[in-house]
């Protein structure tokens, strides 16, 4: 079967006032002036229209997931459209979606540019390398909050959480050896396993992480991690209560750990496929 050429379109229901059109990879972020909407679309090639929205959407979503950490918010899609432009018999389909008055808030240029190069960043991991994984999942976890957050807002600070830690397991042998080589200079270098396996806490381990990624803001990391013990402990998450500072914190600390951890991956050489 030959490929048809199609526009994938993914229509946002609520975003940011920017200077388009605005090209993000090979996707364009611009704006529908009859549904008063902004969408990020991209071209590509496929056998059907359900295969063109499934390889369109891919690209888009890892997208909406940069901004979504930059921005710290959950990015609705209000519909998707798939447009096949080339091929035989060309037709246009789309989901259905309603249109809502939104009031766009500015969005800097230099965000922009700094949300493209991170996606960027984040198309030119090795596929199947565990720092990739890693850093798809932790902004999974990271979009998974900002959907929650609000009605669901326990279940949203576990997945900010959920998002550091996973982050944090790539820094455990560094973090492991920087331990022994700090014991080894006092008097409690004879430690047993044990006891040593005391000392190489969670806390100890997201806070040598975020030092490692340069993140030098005071969050309460200490209380984050005492909260995330503390909804371990309680069958029922509404049993924890969470300030908004703290709940903030953690939301923030991943979203820095997400977009520094992909810095650090370039520096180290990893993004070369």
């Given at each position: 079967?030959?490929?048809?050429?199609?526009?994938?379109?993914?229509?946002?229901?609520?975003?940011?006032?920017?200077?388009?059109?605005?090209?993000?990879?090979?996707?364009?972020?611009?704006?529908?002036?009859?549904?008063k909407?902004?969408?990020?679309?991209?071209?590509?090639?496929?056998?059907?229209?359900?295969?063109?929205?499934?390889?369109?959407?891919e690209?888009?979503?890892?997208?909406?997931?940069?901004?979504?950490?930059?921005?710290?918010?959950?990015?609705?899609?209000?519909?998707?459209f798939?447009?096949?432009?080339?091929?035989?018999?060309?037709?246009?389909?789309?989901?259905?979606?309603t249109?809502?008055?939104?009031?766009?808030?500015?969005?800097?240029?230099?965000i922009?540019?700094?949300?493209?190069?991170?996606?960027?960043?984040?198309?030119?991991?090795?596929?199947?390398?565990?720092?990739?994984?890693?850093?798809?999942?932790?902004?999974?976890?990271?979009?998974k909050?900002?959907?929650?957050?609000?009605?669901?807002?326990?279940?949203?600070?576990?997945?900010?959480?959920?998002?550091?830690?996973?982050?944090?397991?790539?820094f455990?042998?560094?973090?492991?050896?920087e331990?022994?080589?700090?014991?080894?200079?006092?008097?409690?270098?004879?430690?047993?396993?044990?006891?040593?396996?005391?000392?190489?806490?969670?806390?100890r381990?997201?806070?040598?992480?975020?030092?490692?990624?340069?993140?030098?803001?005071p969050?309460?990391?200490?209380?984050?991690?005492?909260?995330?013990?503390?909804?371990?402990?309680h069958?029922?998450?509404?049993d924890?209560i969470?300030?908004?500072k703290?709940?903030?914190?953690?939301?923030?600390?991943?979203?820095?750990?997400?977009?520094?951890?992909?810095?650090?991956?370039?520096?180290?050489?990893?993004?070369?496929?």
């Open positions: 079967m030959s490929l048809n050429q199609y526009t994938v379109k993914a229509y946002l229901q609520g975003f940011y006032e920017i200077k388009t059109p605005q090209k993000i990879l090979d996707c364009e972020l611009d704006f529908d002036n009859d549904r909407q902004y969408f990020i679309s991209k071209i590509v090639s496929a056998e059907s229209g359900d295969e063109a929205q499934s390889k369109g959407m690209r888009i979503n890892l997208i909406l997931g940069v901004f979504e950490v930059y921005m710290i918010t959950h990015l609705e899609i209000a519909g998707i798939r447009i096949q432009i080339s091929g035989e018999e060309p037709f246009i389909t789309s989901k259905s979606f249109l809502k008055r939104t009031r766009f808030l500015p969005l800097p240029q230099e922009i540019d700094k949300i493209g190069r991170s996606a960027e960043l984040l198309t030119k991991l090795p596929d199947q390398e565990k720092y990739t994984k890693r850093a798809n999942k932790a902004i999974s976890f990271f979009r909050g900002c959907f929650l957050q609000g009605e669901w807002s326990s279940e949203a600070f576990l997945n900010y959480y959920k998002a550091m830690e996973l982050v944090s397991h790539d455990r042998k560094a973090f492991d050896k331990v022994g080589s700090q014991l080894n200079k006092t008097l409690l270098k004879d430690l047993t396993a044990l006891e040593l396996k005391g000392l190489k806490t969670q806390k381990l997201i806070q040598f992480t975020a030092q490692q990624l340069g993140i030098t803001y969050y309460d990391i200490p209380r984050i991690v005492e909260l995330r013990n503390e909804f371990g402990a069958a029922n998450l509404k924890v969470v300030s908004e703290e709940f903030n914190d953690c939301k923030i600390l991943a979203a820095n750990i997400i977009i520094n951890y992909l810095d650090y991956l370039e520096k180290e050489g990893k993004n070369k496929k």
